[in-house]
C-alpha cells in the first residue's frame, strides 16, 4: 500500500471493509500542497472525497459482484471542496459570492483576544445584536466587543442558543474539556442500534445506489454535501426543509443537485404525518440539525429505528455527542476558531510573510469550509458503508460525525512548513471565476429538473458547476439536474426500479 492511501486505510479499516478494497483507491501521490494552507488539504480533499466513492464501489461490488477502480485528483479535490464558489446560472446576474452575512466574522475583545460570530440566520443575527445592545453595524458591533472578554461572550451567547465562539490555540482546545472529550474520536463511527434482516440484494444496479431512498433533513453545507455524494452514486435523494425557516440560496443551488426538494412544516401535525409515513419507506435517515431538535419532533434515533427497522440513521454534530459542548451549536467557521486552526494558520503565515509584531495576530481562516466539506463525505462514506453493513451483517446502523472530529482528523495529517504552504500552495481561484481555465476544465451543465413547479413554461434554467471529483471506472456518477429550488417537487418517493 502507498502511502497516500495511508489515511484512507486506516480509516477503512476502522469501520471493518473488506481490507483488500483500498488497493483499487488511486489518489494524487503528491497532493501537499494541493491549496495555499499550512494544513495537509490537498489529503484531506482527496482522502474523504475517496472514501466515499471506494465506498460507492464497494456497495455495487456487493450488489452485482462487480469491482472497479476509484481516482481522485487533489486539485479537483480542493476546489470541490469549495464547489458553492463556482456555478453560476445561464441568463442570472453574476452577483458577488457572499458565503457570509455582512456582520459575521471575527471581532476583537477587551481581554485581547477575538471572538468570531455567525450572523447568516436572521435569528442568530438578532441574538448577536441583542446580548450586545447594540446597531446591525459592523462598527456599532467591533465597539461593543471591545467592552466584552471572549470566553465570557462565548458562553454568554452559547446560553441565549446563539452561535459564536472565542478564539483559541491548539494548546488551548487540546486543555479544554470539550477537546479532551473529542482527542481519541474518529471522523466517522458506525453503531449498531437495532437488529433486523440482512437486507435484500437482486438485479443488476447501473449505479451504486440504485432503489436507495435517502430522506434528507439537512442544512448549510456538510450535510447537503453528502446528501449531493448520495444522489451522485443513484440514490433517490428527497431533501425536505420548511418553509418556516430561512433559506440560504447560494448554498441551496449548489448543494440540491441530482436531489429531488420538498418542503414540510414538522411543527404541524399534517406534515408531522407525512415525514413519517416517508419514514417508513426509506432506507437512510440524514440530518444535520441541532442536538435534540429532531427528536423532540419524533424523528430521534429510536423513533426512525423503531419505524423502520434495517435504516440507516446519520447525524452530524459541530461538538459530538460527549463532553460539556455536545449539545451546542455550530457551523465550520466557528469549530475552526474554537479548536485552534484559525491560530495556528495565523501563525504560520505570519512565520512565511516574516511579520513581527502585536500578537495575538488576527485570525486566519482556512481557504475553504474544509471541515463542513470533509465532514460532507465521510458522512456519504460512513452511510455507504452502514449500507454494506445491512447487506452482510443485517440490522439498524447509526453513523455519527462531528465538525470537530473532523477537525482533529485533519490535524493529524500533519502540518507543511510555511515556505511550503504559502508560497507553493497555489491559491483557489475567484469566486465565480467560471471562465478561469482551470475551474472550466472541472466544469458542467446541469439542467433544472424535470418536473419542477417552476418549468411550466418549458424553459429549464441550466446552471455551470463543478463536477464530482471522485471517477468510477464502472459506475460513474450521475450529474446533469438540479431542481434550483427547494420546494420543486412533491414530498413522496419515485417507484423503486427493482
Not at 472497479?68 to 470541490?80: F, I, N, P, T
Not at 448549510?220 to 454535501?225: Q, S
Not at 482551470?438 to 439542467?447: L, P
Request: glycine fraction near 8%; include cysteine; charge should be neutral.
Amino acid at each position: 500500500m502507498t502511502t497516500v492511501r495511508a489515511p484512507a486505510a486506516a480509516l477503512w479499516q476502522s469501520l471493518r471493509l473488506p481490507a483488500d478494497a483500498i488497493s483499487r483507491l488511486r489518489l494524487t501521490e503528491q497532493p501537499d500542497p494541493a491549496v495555499n494552507s499550512s494544513f495537509r488539504l490537498g489529503t484531506a480533499a482527496q482522502t474523504a472525497i475517496g472514501l466515499a466513492g471506494l465506498a460507492a464501489a464497494e456497495l455495487h461490488k456487493l450488489r452485482t459482484g462487480v469491482e472497479q477502480d476509484v481516482s481522485v485528483e487533489a486539485r479537483h479535490a480542493v476546489l470541490e471542496f469549495k464547489s458553492e464558489a463556482y456555478y453560476a446560472i445561464e441568463g442570472s446576474s453574476t452577483e458577488e459570492f457572499a458565503l457570509f452575512d455582512a456582520l459575521a466574522g471575527v471581532y476583537r475583545t477587551k481581554d485581547n483576544s477575538y471572538v468570531r460570530i455567525h450572523t447568516n440566520f436572521p435569528h442568530h443575527k438578532q441574538g448577536i445584536l441583542d446580548i450586545l445592545s447594540c446597531e446591525p453595524t459592523k462598527e456599532s458591533i467591533a465597539q461593543a466587543m471591545l467592552q466584552r472578554n471572549a470566553l465570557d461572550f462565548e458562553t454568554e451567547a452559547a446560553n441565549r442558543g446563539m452561535v459564536a465562539t472565542a478564539l483559541r490555540s491548539f494548546e488551548e482546545w487540546d486543555a479544554h474539556p470539550q477537546g479532551q472529550a473529542l482527542a481519541d474520536v474518529p471522523p466517522v463511527m458506525l453503531v449498531k442500534v437495532g437488529e433486523a434482516p440482512k437486507r435484500e440484494v437482486k438485479g443488476s444496479k447501473a449505479r451504486s445506489l440504485d432503489s436507495i431512498r435517502v430522506l434528507d433533513l439537512t442544512r448549510v453545507l456538510a450535510g447537503p454535501v453528502c446528501g449531493r455524494t448520495l444522489a451522485a452514486h443513484g440514490a433517490d435523494v428527497l431533501w425536505i426543509t420548511s418553509p418556516k425557516l430561512p433559506a440560504l440560496p447560494s448554498l441551496d443551488l449548489d448543494t440540491s443537485r441530482g436531489k429531488r426538494t420538498a418542503q414540510l412544516d414538522l411543527n404541524e401535525p399534517t406534515d408531522r404525518e407525512q415525514c413519517a409515513s416517508l419514514v417508513k419507506d426509506a432506507d437512510v435517515f440524514l440530518q444535520a440539525y441541532r442536538p435534540g431538535g429532531l427528536s423532540a419532533k419524533g424523528f430521534g434515533v429510536e423513533d426512525v429505528v423503531k419505524a423502520r427497522p434495517g435504516v440507516v440513521y446519520a447525524s452530524l454534530r459541530a461538538y459530538g455527542w460527549e463532553g460539556p459542548w455536545k449539545e451546542r451549536r455550530g457551523f465550520d467557521s466557528l469549530v475552526q476558531t474554537a479548536t485552534g486552526f484559525n491560530v495556528a494558520e495565523a501563525e504560520a503565515y505570519a512565520t512565511y510573510t516574516g511579520e513581527v509584531g502585536f500578537r495575538p495576530l488576527p485570525p486566519k481562516a482556512l481557504p475553504m469550509q474544509a471541515l463542513d466539506h470533509a465532514a460532507g463525505y465521510m458522512l456519504a462514506f460512513g452511510i455507504q458503508a452502514a449500507l454494506c453493513k445491512t447487506i452482510t451483517e443485517g440490522g439498524s446502523w447509526e453513523v455519527r460525525v462531528s465538525l470537530a472530529a473532523v477537525g482533529r482528523w485533519i490535524r493529524s495529517l500533519g502540518r507543511l512548513d510555511p515556505v511550503t504552504a504559502f508560497r507553493d500552495g497555489k491559491p483557489l481561484p475567484p469566486p465565480r471565476a467560471l471562465g478561469d481555465l482551470e475551474v472550466s476544465r472541472y466544469a458542467t451543465k446541469v439542467v433544472q429538473s424535470k418536473g419542477a413547479k417552476d418549468d411550466s413554461d418549458g424553459q429549464r434554467k441550466v446552471m455551470t458547476a463543478l463536477t464530482h471529483a471522485a471517477k468510477l471506472s464502472v459506475t460513474p456518477v450521475r450529474e446533469g439536474e438540479a431542481p434550483m429550488r427547494l420546494d420543486a417537487h412533491v414530498p413522496e418517493w419515485l417507484p423503486r426500479a427493482d
